[in-house]
């Protein structure tokens, strides 16, 4: 390839790039925006608490 068409490539994946922030920031901002009007109750801490101590136990008997 010459210098002119690693050039172009570069831009062409740098504009690529930039493009998939830009959509992955507007996903991601859409998503915390519904959250927060999201008015459906939590779940309590301990509840959380509970369940992932139940998967933190399922996992380490996995691995050993």
């Known amino acids: ?36 009007k999201d008015d459906s109750p939590g779940i309590p801490h301990e509840e959380v608490e509970k369940r992932f101590a139940k998967r933190r136990a399922n996992a380490t008997r996995k691995a050993s």
């Open 1 to 36: 390839p010459t210098r002119r068409s690693s050039d172009l490539e570069f831009m062409r994946e740098f504009i690529r790039s930039r493009k998939e922030e830009r959509e992955h920031d507007a996903w991601f901002r859409a998503e915390v925006e519904k959250a927060l």
